[in-house]
């Protein structure tokens, strides 16, 4: 494993556990508590992130903003990749019309839309809030692992075990689950933490938009656009949470380039 | 020529089920609001009389089957709503900020093209070396950036410090500098791996060898025959990133405060003005299914092996 990937792992399990102790590390009411008299005010010894533009302590709203950002990441890639499998799997295996229709049609209407295009038009539909988010970031999310598994399934399929199994009297459920899933787990999981890296960015994007998750929850890309107006007097403010998605994102990124490498030495060497 | 005709129109017949599909998208999104959009749009404090006039001329008041075909008509006849409150019409609303979006997309476009295109190649005839690592981690740190971290970051720097451009609006070509840098980044990122990944593809090939056996320098060897093929594969991600690049407008614009139809489909939502949001949707929506069939034909022309169908 190359160091950059070694270090993807680090950082993103640092991530995790950031999100998963943050009620140890700092309380909800540091998180939401204002003073408006020490608003702006630059990193010190007691707020070492400073404090943002209600006196909020910037650093606990950041551990809160870890929160949203991995629950949005995760469930965004566990939903994505739940649909993708089954449709691209069903898609793949069963080839002809179901195969036309799926990835002749809909992938490429799907396709057709820049994903973050339609994300914003749900969520502006629909309104926003975190469940909404993860809708939204799913359905746009689901086609590059659809596409991955029907290309898995075409392949698989024509393998001379499938055909012996089947010959056997193996069923198309057994097929799948016992040869096509497997041998597709790598470039899966490759696919995963590029998605996970992608929906962390999408809904940093979403939320700078106002369209991610409401108040009084902290994000980090909504914690940069409330601060708007203040960009350049407390550059702080914009700083630290936009250090913290590129760190999120450039982990994960670190990661799926590893892995695919790892995988496919072929591919980009 | 006749060939040509016709694979141009049957890659255009393709292209009609995607555009259907993507503008009844388009449709069905007003019908996901959760209760009624016109009583959204009106508010709560509206009186039943106002709620039904808003609603009339929404056009929710009549079947779904009608307010699908008013909405096709309406396509086509260029009459894309008006906003029920202050009358302004959706396409000359759209059409006054669609050159601006385009601008900027462009000017990202051939800067990352002007970035990608030396750093791809270098990296790949530097392969295994120092600088290829460095290009790699360049890379992945240009894909992990937002853009809304970045740009914040070089007004600080190139406006407010140094004073070399306007902090954000569109006076001129200084203004546009630092919009179409922050966008051009991540595309920038991207394109460096595509060509240095087509770069190595194309060196191993036996014209390579042979070029050089002639005792061709290695400079015309790379950008007179290597590139010349290399960048083939390039083309179709060009046309895929542009649309990358029309959606990832939308942050950019929001932060310059850019006016092209990313920030205007921000204003249209906070403003709950449905049709106008629609309509920018639909907008962007074509403009990357239109550049993206017009890229198979160019990349049908660099590679006349390569069939359009």
Redo the contacts between chains.
Sequence with gaps: MSP?TKAGFVIAGSLVMLAALSPLLASWDTVQRQELTARLEAPDSHHLLGRDQLGRDLAARIIYGARVSMLVGISVVAISSVLGVIIGVFSGYKGGWTDRIFSG?LF??FM???????A???V????PSIKNLIIALSVIGWVGYARLMRAQALKVREFDFVTAARALGAGDFHIIIKHILPNSIQPLIVQASLGM?GAI?AE??MS????GVPEPTPSW?KM??DSREF??TA?HL??F???M??LA??SF??IG?GLRERLDPK??? | MRALVLGALRRIAITIPVLWAVASLVFLLIHIVPGDPARQLVGENATEDQYQAVRREMGLDKPLGAQYLNYWQGLFKGDWGENPVTRQKTLTRIAARYPATLQLATASLLLAILISIPLGVTAATHRGSMIDGISTLAALLGISLPSFALGPLLILVFSVQLGFTPVSGSSGIASLVLPAVTLAVAMSAILTRVIRSSVIEELGEDYVRTARAKGLPESRVIYKHVLKNGLIPVVTVLGLQFGVLLAGAIITERIFSWPGVGSLLIDSINERDYKLTQGCILVIALTYVAVNTATDFVYRFLDPRIKLD
Excluded: E, H, K
Aim: hydrophobic share 65%; glycine share 12%; charged share 10%.
């Design positions: 950059i049609f490429n209407v057709s839309f820049p994903g973050i295009l339609l914003i038009a749900m502006a539909f629909l309104g890296a960015l940093a994007g700078f938009l106002g369209l890309g940069i656009d960009w350049f550059p914009f700083i949470p936009g250090l998605i590129a994102v450039l990124n670190f380039d591919q980009d060497r």
